[in-house]
């Protein structure tokens, strides 16, 4: 009996020296399963089963994984991609969405500056006329303003309007005053008269045409700013390829499989399958690179007659010259409005105190608003200078996600796709669609339609940086702002393991809220939006031991069980 005990206890000491006490590998892959919230974890088995039914995560071993695990760790793998793309690009989105938005505000600023130095101007020239011209004045700036924010306004006539309607004033207080105040009736004749008898000389065209110049290159650099919100927010939001998300799967998940939770993709491995996955963003880097210089072309060329800043700025001086070149031609311009109109039609004495008893002098005037921050010039070179550092962003995106993100270190233990290795040896192919006809991890077809599309956009606008299509006026609003296509749709096709229905994914198509034209999408948190972990790799003898452990375990409970029974029957 004593022999008994002591073979017992001799085999249970074998028994922890064994690693037969080391929990079930299982154990820690239901463990991130958990974590990583891929699915419930009933899905998982309770110990290593055979793998016949899996269709990328093939092993000649017991696996952790079912085939309906193997279908949440795809979504899983495509989910985590986009959310790294989304990661790697919120700081470029941000750069461009925030200087949108601070171009927009500058414009609105320059806007009220100018309408004040014109009303100053105005009072401090032509003080009789200042308080009835602020109202045209007010909105002809206003009308500039919509103008550049996008509106499809004809300048020449938002030009011709204010002129319109300024030269009743001018004739009622500097070139025919009376003690009272023209009629309505014959001030509506006197603007009517105001296109034949050009009162103003050329002043009207003169400023129609710069604000045309400046106006449309400062709203071309906004459309263009929004286009490339738009590329961001379509390869953010990209569908994934079949062959990609499988690729994806194999690389992150299938080690799990095996038990390997730690394990990170071999370098040249990770490079082969992001490559492929991002073919088709690649073929972006060209148009992007060109959009840059573009801009930078535009910014060049935005000074003078093209310098909105200095337009606006100077609408004051044009206006007082203008008034005074009419003032000048007084009698002229009388003789031409009495031949148009008939002699001068007054309003009764009685409102002759309601004009002249406006004591403006005794008001004091707002100040002109100063542009806060730099000026527009200062603003493009800034934001110009930190885009210059993104025009590579496309055509190294792949290679950035490995080196930073998903691949292994040097000298460390890799996974190749099949198991853990030292080194990843098969052939690494460059970026571009044409590179990955050699691929050996990602067939690739050719490029998605819907990259096709934002690089016929890309082609067009850059034309348009470039001065080699002049659009016409509100033409600009043909280059759509948005993510996707009109209808939200992406390219790629969709089944079960996508999500998009059917078994096993359980999740719905995302459908991606289209970007305002004007209010750039830049909501959300990018810097806790992905879910990717970081682990230290897992050693090498890991994988080779696993089979040798499993075999081991039987033998090892039929020299165990009469100690077993031996107990029980005590």
Request: net charge neutral; with cysteine; hydrophobic share 35%.
């Amino acid at each position: 009996m004593s022999e008994l005990w002591t073979n017992c206890i001799f085999l249970l000491a074998f028994c922890s020296g064994s690693g037969f006490g080391i929990p079930n590998k299982c154990d820690e892959v239901r463990k991130v399963f958990q974590l990583r919230e891929i699915g419930p974890n009933q899905l998982l088995p309770l110990s290593p089963r055979p793998g016949s039914d899996l269709q990328v995560c093939v092993s000649k071993n017991l696996t952790c994984c079912t085939k309906k695990m193997e279908e949440r760790y795809q979504v899983a793998a495509r989910r985590d991609i986009q959310n790294l793309l989304q990661t790697s690009s919120s700081s470029l989105k941000y750069l461009i969405a925030r200087n949108v938005a601070a171009f927009q505000d500058t414009f609105e600023v320059l806007m009220r500056q100018a309408e004040n130095h014109t009303n100053v101007v105005l009072q401090e020239s032509y003080r009789n006329m200042a308080d009835e011209a602020e109202v045209p004045v007010r909105e002809l700036f206003t009308d500039i303003g919509l103008f550049l924010l996008g509106s499809e306004l004809n300048v020449d006539d938002l030009v011709q309007r204010f002129f319109d309607a300024l030269f009743p004033l001018v004739y009622n207080h500097l070139i025919n005053p009376g003690l009272s105040d023209i009629s309505p009736g014959y001030a509506e004749c006197v603007r009517s008269s105001s296109r034949d008898v050009r009162p103003f000389g050329g002043a009207p065209s003169i400023l129609a045409d710069q604000i045309t110049r400046s106006g449309v290159s400062g709203k071309l650099l906004l459309q263009a700013l929004h286009l490339g919100i738009e590329v961001i927010n379509t390869t953010d939001h990209l569908q994934l390829s079949r062959e990609c998300r499988r690729a994806l799967l194999k690389m992150h998940y299938c080690p799990h499989c095996q038990g390997l939770t730690q394990s990170k993709p071999c370098m040249g491995y990770c490079l082969n399958v992001m490559r492929g996955c991002l073919a088709s963003m690649a073929e972006i880097d060209a148009h992007w690179r060109e959009f840059v210089r573009s801009l930078e072309g535009l910014s060049a060329r935005m000074h003078g007659p093209q310098d909105l800043e200095q337009v606006l700025l100077g609408v004051h001086t044009l206006l007082h010259d203008a008034v005074g070149h009419a003032q000048k031609n007084g009698p002229r311009l009388s003789a031409q409005v009495h031949k148009l109109c008939g002699p001068p039609s007054r309003r009764p004495a009685q409102s002759v105190s309601i004009q002249h008893s406006s004591g403006r002098e005794s008001i004091p005037l707002k100040a002109p608003v100063k542009v806060s921050g730099d000026s527009l010039a200062v603003r493009r070179r800034d934001f110009l200078n930190s885009l210059r550092l993104y025009r590579t962003y496309y055509g190294g995106l792949a290679d950035q996600l490995c080196v930073s993100e998903l691949a292994s270190g040097d000298g460390l233990p890799c996974w190749n796709g099949t198991d853990m290795v030292k080194s990843y040896t098969l052939r690494v192919v460059g970026n571009g669609i044409k590179a990955q006809s050699t691929n050996p991890e990602v067939k690739v077809k050719g490029a998605e339609p819907v990259i096709n599309q934002i690089i016929d956009k890309l082609k067009h606008i850059n034309q348009l940086l470039q001065g080699k299509s002049i659009p016409k006026l509100g033409s600009l609003d043909q280059i759509e702002t948005g993510s996707g296509d009109a209808e939200g749709r992406y390219s790629g096709d969709c089944d079960d393991e996508d999500g998009c229905g059917g078994s096993g994914a359980g999740e719905n198509k995302r459908i991606v809220p289209r970007v305002s034209k004007l209010s750039p999408d830049v909501s959300g948190d990018h810097k806790h939006q992905h879910h990717h972990h970081h682990y230290p790799p897992a050693e090498d003898s890991e994988a080779k031991g696993r089979s040798r452990s499993l075999g081991l375990t039987g033998a090892i409970w039929v020299l165990i069980l009469p100690c077993l029974h031996m107990l029980l029957a005590l």
